[in-house]
């Protein structure tokens, strides 16, 4: 069966949108980091579906990353995504970044910690394991101080995510270090998970968020008492 599936991937500076058929990604292009996504993310998408001659009516479905990441980005490509799932009908699925940024893993890895920037000296933590050749998240995503994190890393486990770079001193040597390239999110991996994903209902659709620990900087310091003057 010939299935079309646009892909949207928010989670970082760089937007990426992408156009897969037949099992592979076809068509790719980046957002302008300088940019901002809402104003560059629709047009972009048109631009695409018309270079292929497709209408929105034909793809079988979308495929978002749902975070953690930037929080604008994610809540433009969520709601962007969900539009157009909502308006067409087609299928909609709901990637988690770190489940394709661990799919992004060296061969020779077999457990690996994906890491992201949550500011505070905190970093977003989750791990994977590799069985089958197919990688599975072994626990859920958390918050932790970057402190409890490098010392509870058990040696071997790999490191891999956007937030390697932040934290580059203080992760053990013992841990290796995914390349830099594979530590953000590519449309392929994007859409080799959503694959394996059942789409979101309905019901599922109105209610689904951008998968957030924390609030926005906006709202973390709105939360922050005021100094007395």
Known sequence: MNETWLILETSGRVARVGLARDGAVVRAVELDSARRHA?????AIDTMLKAESLRPTALTGVMVSCGPGSYTGLRVGLATAKSLAYATGCQLRAVDTFAAIAVQSPAEANTVCVIADALQEQVYVQEF??????????????????SAFVANLPA??????????????????????APEANRNPCLESVFAVGLRLLPVTREELFALEPLYLRGSSAEEKAKTPRASQ
């Open 39 to 43: 104003r560059e993310l629709v047009p």
């Open 129 to 146: 394991a590799q069985h089958d050749r197919e990688w599975h998240a072994t626990n859920a995503l958390r918050i932790l101080p970057v």
């Open 156 to 177: 071997g486990t790999w490191i891999s995510g956007p937030g390697v770079l932040a934290y580059e001193t203080q992760i053990p040597v013992a841990n290796l270090r």
